[in-house]
């Protein structure tokens, strides 16, 4: 039986993520703020919560994140935006990634994922604002991409991979006037394209339908 980790499993994506796993016969460990503590903002949860787990995920999948309250102007920019923005979307799955590469195997392919968006692209930004989570989601991408590089060299069949899931119906965006996508329906296609890819696309920022996204 496959084995796979879903980081935020209590959220709506993250749930979502485990419930289609598990359909699927996946044996699935799940891990949250809400149920179990798991702080991606410190790293001695980050570490204490991993390092109680057994080697051997098939696929790792971080469905952590948080949206704040988007600037409009660069007059409403902040300091403490900008770092609370970058320490949970940027910061907290890189960490979650250097503490559960250990757990991957070496010998087999292995899926690592972390839900990025499409307002982390500088090439797609035609609309401006946004400053905090755009940012911080450019730094998820970069720091994914570069682990992507190095790890290849101890994980040869290993994919990581940033993902956008579209604008998916959750507390996360209860407000915004989108037409949203069902929770199961994102997650089902999310794993669609996340299992579908190879070595050779790892490092790569894909969204919900298996387009790439610009960096």
Known sequence: MKRALVLGDSGGIGSAIRVC???????????????????????????????RLEPGFDLIFVATGALGTPEKALSQLSVEELQAQFLVNAVGPALILKH??????????????????????IGDNGLGGWYSYRTA??????????????????????????LHPGTVET?????????????????????????ALGPAQSGQFFDYKGKPVPW
Do not use: M
Request: glycine fraction near 4%.
């Open 171 to 195: 507390e996360f965006t209860r407000d915004y006037p989108r037409e949203k996508l069902a929770p199961e329906v994102a997650a089902r296609a999310l794993l669609e394209v996340l299992l």
């Open 137 to 162: 989601k450019a730094a998820l991408n970069q720091l994914l991409h570069t682990a992507a590089i190095e790890l290849k060299r101890k994980y040869p069949q290993l994919v990581v991979a940033c």
């Open 100 to 121: 559960a590469a250990r757990l991957l195997p070496r010998d087999r392919p292995a899926h690592f994922a972390a839900l990025s968006a499409r307002v982390g692209s």
């Open 21 to 51: 796993l598990e359909a699927d016969g996946w044996a699935v460990t799940g891990l949250s703020r809400r149920a179990d503590g798991f702080d991606v903002t410190s790293e001695a949860s980050v570490e204490s919560h991993l390092g």
